[in-house]
């Protein structure tokens, strides 16, 4: 009897849900998502490490966004593998940014971005009042375009304005560096930043790789001593760089 029950369910499909074949997202998947369309691209190390997974259950997830048509994959370089969204994908993630495979050339900056989010996310002055991270792409979105804009940071970070938060209502500008500016084009973006009215940034925070930190640094030291206060300079995280590839 069994038997022929489940063979008469199987025959005329009335087992299978409306949803049958479909992809199905749960909370951990649209997190990644929106993470790969905010940050253009994601290696897979740091993706791993924001969603919590570890690297074979990422492959499943990531094979998850690529059957459902949302995210495309591959080695861009060396180091690890990427992720980025197809346009179907960020349609679903709820974005109009261009969906396309990130630029060789932009690829190191991309990961010290993320990198850097990552690391400030784990400060305790983050889990005290959890701020709102603005993306590049963000700002962008929601600013004037052209030279009007003048310069974007790489990200913002908005206080949240209660009773819990250590740094109320504040907005900072985060800036990754990599490699030597000009001294006088960082020290213009510094004076930029820090003139935007009203009181734009209480804080700019330059994140630099070895390479960039002394021309930040005596940037720094040209501003006016009444503005030195709020450029902040600290090293970026370990995991802003490609990790090497293992030796055999």
Do not use: N
């Amino acid at each position: 009897m069994t038997g022929q029950l489940s063979g008469t369910a199987l025959a005329t499909g009335a087992a299978r849900r409306a949803d049958y074949g479909a992809v199905r997202l749960g909370r951990r998947d649209i997190d990644g998502l929106i993470l790969c369309a905010e940050h253009y691209a994601v290696p897979y190390d740091l993706l791993a490490y924001a969603l919590g997974a570890q690297p074979a259950r990422l492959r499943a997830i990531t094979a998850r966004w690529r059957r459902a048509g949302y995210a495309a994959t591959g080695r861009l370089g060396p180091g690890p593998s990427w992720c980025w969204l197809t346009p179907a994908g960020m349609e679903a993630a709820g974005f109009g940014y261009p969906a396309r495979r990130p630029p060789l050339a932009r690829l190191a900056h991309i990961r010290a971005v993320l990198a850097a989010r990552l690391w400030l996310s784990g400060s305790p002055a983050w889990a005290q009042a959890p701020p709102w991270w603005q993306s590049e792409r963000r700002i962008r979105a929601a600013g004037p375009a052209g030279p009007a804009a003048g310069h974007v940071p790489d990200a913002e970070i908005h206080w949240p304005s209660t009773d819990t938060s250590p740094y109320a209502g504040q907005v900072w500008a985060i800036e990754a560096e990599l490699t030597a500016k000009s001294l006088g084009r960082t020290t213009a973006i510094m004076a930029g930043l820090l003139s935007g009215g009203p009181a734009r940034y209480a804080q700019v925070l330059y994140l630099t790789a070895p390479p960039a930190r002394p021309v930040v640094t005596r940037s720094a030291a040209g501003i006016p001593p009444g503005q030195q206060a709020r450029i902040i300079i600290r090293d970026l995280p370990p995991a802003a760089f490609t990790p090497e590839e293992p030796t055999s």
